[in-house]
């Protein structure tokens, strides 16, 4: 497959793309978020997907398309449209859930903040995920290309990344892309990182750097 083959697009709302987007959301947190938010994750995510103004929105994702059939996505949004997302927009669609995932949250609390600690500046890519039958012909790349180009619209400063430490493939990618590790989690030096903050400055243009406009 050449790149001119993977055409990207932005997300529209519709509640099949937004299964989509719970299903690539859960692969790219290895199978997280279904266990955080229990048996009702895609018809929680997928009805939250279609509202607008919070991170889970259609309108922080791109999908990636091979002969009109979607194929991957990433998503992300800088550090000011966090600040001004809406928190509840879950909370509303979580229904009898909403327990379940208030206490799972408070016990990873030290963890969400520091994923969702942004400086200003930032444009954060919250997930990225291809799926495994296309990978390693370029898709992923394409999606970070795409939403760097999104970054620099938005005047924003860095991008930034969290990746568990364990995903060498994600990693490399990144470094490739110019990222280069910035922070880890758990902080102290006594345990094993289990994810780290990758940025890249937007003033560097790495390889690749010349990428499509988005459809
Ligand atoms: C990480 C992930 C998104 C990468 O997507 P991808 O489409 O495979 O990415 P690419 O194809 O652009 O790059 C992957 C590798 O394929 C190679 N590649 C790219 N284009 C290629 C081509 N045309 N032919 C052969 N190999 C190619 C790249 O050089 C790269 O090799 P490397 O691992 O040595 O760096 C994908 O593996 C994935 O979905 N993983 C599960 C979810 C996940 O971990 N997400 C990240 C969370 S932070």
Do not use: C
Not at 65 to 83: F, K, L, N, R
Request: glycine residues 6%; without cysteine.
């Amino acid at each position: 497959m050449s790149q001119s083959d993977i055409t990207i697009r932005q997300a529209r709302p519709t509640l099949d793309e937004g299964l989509k987007f719970a299903s690539y959301m859960n692969s790219a947190s290895n199978g997280g978020f279904a266990k955080l938010f229990g048996k009702r994750f895609e018809e929680i995510i997928s009805n939250a997907y279609l509202e607008p103004n919070h991170d889970l929105s259609y309108e922080t994702a791109l999908f990636a398309e091979v002969d009109g059939t979607i194929v991957g996505m990433i998503s992300g949004y800088t550090a000011e449209q966090y600040q001004a997302f809406s928190k509840d927009v879950v909370k509303r669609f979580a229904g009898r859930s909403k327990l379940r995932i208030a206490l799972i949250y408070a016990m990873i609390a030290p963890m969400m903040r520091f994923l969702h600690t942004y400086d200003d500046g930032d444009f954060y890519v919250e997930f990225l995920a291809v799926d495994e039958a296309q990978r390693g012909q370029g898709i992923g790349s394409k999606l970070l290309q795409a939403l760097e180009d999104r970054a620099r619209a938005t005047q924003s400063t860095q991008f930034a990344i969290d990746v568990a430490a364990h995903n060498k493939v994600a990693r490399r990618l990144y470094e490739r892309h110019g990222f280069a590790m910035v922070a880890r989690w758990p902080r102290t030096r006594i345990v094993s990182p289990n994810i780290l903050r990758m940025t890249k400055p937007l003033s560097l243009r790495t390889q690749g750097s010349t990428s499509d406009a988005v459809n």
